[in-house]
Every structure is written in C-alpha cells, then in structure tokens.
C-alpha cells in the first residue's frame, strides 16, 4: 500500500509530460503583426524584348599620313592613354633632311629678297633725281626713260624675289608639318582595343595602326522594324541589361539612324548609357523598348523587393497569412516602382518591409 502511494506522483508527472509537444516553438505560433500591401493588376504600355551590341561611342583608327619606318610602337592592347599622348613614332631622317634643306633654301630666298630691294631703293632714289632734272630739262628724254625702266625692272625683280621667299617659307612650314607626322598622338583619352604593327614595320597612309576607343561613353545598338519606329523617340528612356550587370540600368534614347537597312526594312536605334566599369564592346544588351499597345501588368513598390546574388524575391503570405518566400522576375522600373513579371499574381498579399525573421512566421496584417 504504501508503495502504490509512492508511485502515484510519478504516474502524475509523466501524464501531465504527455500533453506537451516539444518540436512546437511557442514563439512561432504567435502572430506577427506587419504591415502588407496587395498586389493590384495595372494598365501599362506594352514593351518588346531586343537584342543588340555595346558598342563605344567615339572609336578612332590611328593611322599614317606618310610613308616611312616604323621606329617604336609606345602602347600594348589593354593601355589607358590620355589625350595627346605618344603612341607610335616613325622614323625621322630623311625628313630631317627635308626641313633642313627647306631651311637653307629660305634663307638664300630670304637674301635674294633683299638685295632686290636694295637694288629697288637705288633705283628709286635715282629715278627721282632723274625726275627733277626732266623737269629742269637738264637731261635728255632717252637718259630719262632709261632711269625710269631701270625703276621698274628693279620693282620686278623685287616682286619676283618676295614670291620665291614666300615659297620657300611655304615649303619650310610643309616641311616641318610632315616631320611633326613621326609622330602620332591620341586624339582623345581612351582605351587601346587592337594593335596592327610592331616596330621595324611600315607605315602607309590610310593604313591602320593601333585603334582606340573612349571607355566612358558606350552605347546600345539595336536592329528595331520599321513598323516599330513610330513606338520609340530620341530621348526616351528605355531599360538595358548586358552581362555582369547586378540589376538592369536605364538608357536614353540618342539617335534614330534615319538610313535603314532597304532589305529588311530596319533602322538602327543608339541607345546612350551611363559610365560603367563593366561595360565592354562587343557584349550583348537585352533592351526593353515600350510596344504600341496597353497591357496589364502587377507593379510593387522597389522596396518590397529582396535581392539575393542574382535572385529576386519578395516575402509572400500564403492561405494561412505564413510568410513565405516567393521568387519574382522584375521588368520595367517605373519611378519607385517596378514591374513584376512573373511569379505573382493579382490578388497576393506581399510584406511591406520584408524581414528575414519574418520568414515561416504567421502575418497579421496590421493595416486589415
């Protein structure tokens, strides 16, 4: 008897251990209250998908203007060079020699010129005593109209003496413009994309070198229908995405090209886009441009949205108000709102201020 007493106790206790569940948090089943908003279907402008190329802006082929040696070639692929820099040198000896021989020819035109006006002055100075002695009659009518030819060889020679030293000026300033040529310079900040020529080789004119182009300024261009030019105008902003970047940027509009291609009736469309150190010619740019149309399109508040890596997503709630975490496909920004393309329907309640803690927690909307 007294150890049916004794055991009683115990009995109780592990009875009363049987009603308690302990994989139950009591903290999780707890409602939350939180702020939500309801995904609402909207009318909006319809858009078409198009592909094109990044390409820079400002791209220059460096090339000679003359024939001559290659004696150094001063950047690799790959360099930054600023406005003005070196970036090939020619050889400059014959030209050298150029320029020292127009150098000499002037300076003998330049001595011609002035002994021609001494000789000018002479004559004019003599043509004027002449001159006061015809008056006098104190000379005789051929001694005087001898003077007088005399004056006007001498203003002849003169004049022929001034052109030949304008020429040899001309020739000299040629001269030294075409052995500033050894040496060729960058047009414009940038970067170098492509390298012909190694030095010893041969510089021809019009034949390429080096090329480079300005990597602050790149731009979309794309293939658009010429049914669809009447949708898009210069100055329209429009979305971009290209590989490598985090989330789409927007890009401006910059130029129609008004020649098309006549064949299969499409023009080019440039779109302007903002500096970005992930931008590179030659990639592929996925641009967004509005259609002609209305459809109906879900749009959230920026703010909502959770980005992951390259994932974006938003804290849902689903039959049972539990926030779950739903993968969405973002389209066009539009202020501080943007598109939601896939992965929501209208209808679905979305946390306001999306919070991990709130994952798997129960919602009361606080707003209801």
């Known amino acids: 008897m007294k150890k049916l007493l004794w055991g009683a106790p115990v009995l109780l206790m592990a009875c009363t251990g049987c009603t308690h569940n302990p994989h139950v948090r009591p903290d999780q089943t707890t409602p939350i209250r939180a702020e939500v908003i309801t995904a609402s279907a909207t009318s909006s402008r319809s858009t078409m998908a198009l592909t094109g190329i990044i390409a820079a802006r400002q791209v220059a082929d460096i090339s000679s203007q003359i024939l001559a ?3 150094a070639v001063e950047v690799r692929e790959g360099d930054t060079v600023r406005k003005g820099q070196v970036l090939a040198r020619l050889s400059s000896v014959p030209l050298h020699a150029a320029v020292e021989q127009a150098q ?17 002055n002479l004559a004019a100075e003599t043509y004027a005593r002449y001159a006061i002695l015809n008056q006098r009659h104190s000379v005789t009518p051929q001694e005087f109209d001898q003077v007088k030819t005399q004056l006007d060889a001498a203003n002849a020679q003169l004049q022929a003496a001034a052109a030949q030293s304008a020429a040899a000026q001309a020739g000299t300033r040629q001269s030294q413009a075409t052995s500033a040529y050894t040496v060729l310079r960058a047009p414009f900040s940038g970067i170098v994309t492509k390298k012909y020529v190694d030095a010893g080789g041969t510089a021809s004119p019009g034949i390429p070198l080096l090329q480079i182009e300005d990597a602050r300024d790149h731009e979309a261009d794309i293939q658009i229908n010429e ?3 009447r949708n898009i105008h210069a100055g329209e902003q429009v979305q971009v995405e290209f590989n490598g970047s985090q989330s789409p940027i927007m890009g401006k509009v910059r130029e129609i090209v008004p020649s ?18 992930a931008l590179y010619s030659g990639m592929t740019a996925n641009v967004l441009l509005p259609g002609g149309g209305q459809r109906a399109s ?3 508040p920026k703010t909502v949205i959770r ?5 974006d997503s938003v804290l849902a709630l689903d ?15 539009e202020g501080n709102a943007v598109e939601i393309i896939s992965g929501l329907t209208a209808g679905d309640r979305i946390l306001a201020h999306p919070d991990d803690a709130l994952v798997g927690r129960r919602i009361e909307p606080q707003n209801d």
């Open 104 to 120: 000499a020819e002037l300076l003998a035109a330049n001595q011609q010129e002035n002994a021609a006006k001494a000789q000018k």
């Open 260 to 277: 098309g291609d006549a064949a299969a009736h499409t023009f080019t469309v440039k779109i302007g886009l903002p500096p970005s150190r």
């Open 319 to 333: 039959a049972n108000s539990v926030a779950q975490i739903r993968y969405v496909t973002l389209g066009r920004p």
């Open 227 to 229: 049914a669809d030019l």
């Open 298 to 300: 879900l749009t959230l």
């Open 69 to 71: 040696p290659i004696s």
């Open 307 to 311: 980005r992951r890596g390259q994932l």
